[in-house]
């Protein structure tokens, strides 16, 4: 098996045409299509059934792709292994972050990872978690920053970097806020009962930040009162600052925001924040690292939090 033409078909089983697949491996159609063609007339059988819509693998072809696909997985184990034995610091590695934050965090780590391993290709993208966890499950990513409720995930090794509360906040003008305590004081607690008849601005539902806020309504029996739902913390922030509806946002989200009042809540909910990867993978020194330094920029934070948060 060419470890070319295994790129291949993996490329079209993960795109469902040659179309799409010619597009990410940089090649024409025809060429795709071709290859395709030869490895079938090799092996006397068809891998995909062919539509005009769609191509779906046969028996043969999920075979193929299995054993490609760990062929492939071990192909660029051996290659870190070696790289690390051999003291190379190059090689690649991908990483993922959930949209806003994850860059940021990345933007601060990244020069100092450059300073030790300038040989190593990162590429860094910003997806969804729930994205990140199909990728880190199918090895088509090294490492994904994971915020979420605290457990394990199947499959996977998550080292924790930072477990961090979500807070209520309201607009200053709002009755709630008389209740907030005073600049540099903890924050004021409140029952998860203050909430019901409050209207909010939330994380659209499917986010996983939802597996933290719906529960403290579901245990209830009761649904939040939706103003607005969103891809952006940030807009929901300035959603509140606006004076136009309450939030439920991690904390990081609140550092150093005006015009908003503050609180934990007495469910104390909290998600955690880690560095994943494939269980049972070999995780370069170069990935290591990069952990590393994410568990340093968050440590920080960490102490950061209660100071600068709004009263």
């Known amino acids: 098996m060419d470890v070319k033409q295994m790129t ?86 991908s990483l993922a972050f959930a949209p806003e934050r994850g860059m940021e965090m990345f933007m601060a780590v990244y020069p100092r990872f450059y300073q030790s391993y300038p040989e190593v290709t990162v590429t860094p993208r910003e997806i969804s978690v729930r994205r990140q966890l199909e990728m880190l499950a199918g090895d088509e990513l090294d490492l994904g920053f994971i915020s979420r409720p605290e457990g394990e995930v199947p499959g996977l090794t998550c080292v924790p970097l930072l477990r961090e509360e979500f807070l209520l906040i309201t607009p200053r003008s709002h009755p709630l806020a008389a209740r907030a305590a005073p600049p540099g004081a903890p924050l004021t607690v409140l029952d998860t009962e203050c909430l019901w008849d409050l209207t909010f601005c939330l994380i659209y539902r499917s986010s996983t930040q939802r597996e933290v806020i719906d529960p403290l309504f579901e245990r209830a029996g009761r649904k939040p009162n939706l103003f607005l739902e969103t891809a952006s913390n940030r807009a929901n922030v300035s959603m509140v600052q606006k004076g136009l509806s309450c939030s439920i946002v991690p904390a990081y989200y609140v550092q150093g925001v005006e015009d908003v009042a503050c609180f934990r ?33 968050f440590r920080p934070e960490c102490a950061a939090q209660e100071k600068e948060l709004p009263q």
């Open 8 to 93: 291949y078909i993996l490329t079209i089983a993960q795109e469902g045409g040659i179309s799409k697949a010619a597009a990410k491996l940089f090649i024409t159609q025809s060429a795709l299509d071709q290859q395709l063609l030869k490895l079938e007339h090799e092996l006397g059988t068809r891998l995909f059934f062919r539509s005009r819509s769609s191509f779906a693998l046969t028996e043969a072809g999920r075979v193929y792709v299995d054993y490609a696909r760990r062929m492939l997985e071990l192909k660029n184990e051996a290659y870190r292994i070696i790289h690390d034995i051999a003291g190379r610091r190059r090689g690649t590695l």
């Open 265 to 297: 809540l007495s469910a104390h909910p909290a998600w955690t924040v880690s560095a994943c990867y494939r269980r049972n993978r070999y995780l370069s020194k170069s990935a290591q690292h990069f952990i590393a330094l994410a568990a340093a920029y």
